[in-house]
């Protein structure tokens, strides 16, 4: 039997829309400093000081930030690290991808 063009087309696109619009969204808290979420922006991601400084100032402000975009199994390596620093973190679709 073969597979006619539509019905592959449709499982690869349906593959795709799972594996890419997801972000890692790291939410404030009462806890950590400023500077130690600095910290952790510039030591895990690699951030510069003053992306990570941009960042944390979103997080502490709008109550959220997101600081990653990519697969779903990268950005829930990046959740379990967040938590392994203590920040609380999730991973969500990206905004505008179709659920």
Do not use: C, K
């Amino acid at each position: 039997m073969t597979l006619s063009s539509p019905e592959l087309d449709e499982r690869t696109d349906l593959r795709a829309r799972y594996d890419v619009p997801w972000t890692t969204v790291v939410w404030d808290d009462p806890v950590n400093l400023m500077s130690y979420v600095t910290y952790v922006f510039q030591s895990y991601f690699g951030f510069s000081h003053d992306r990570a400084d941009h960042l944390m100032r979103q997080v502490h402000v709008d109550g959220r930030a997101i600081v990653a975009s990519g697969a779903r199994e990268a950005m829930e390596r990046h959740v379990e690290a967040m938590h392994g620093f203590g920040l609380q973190a999730t991973v969500e679709r990206a905004p505008g991808a179709d659920a």
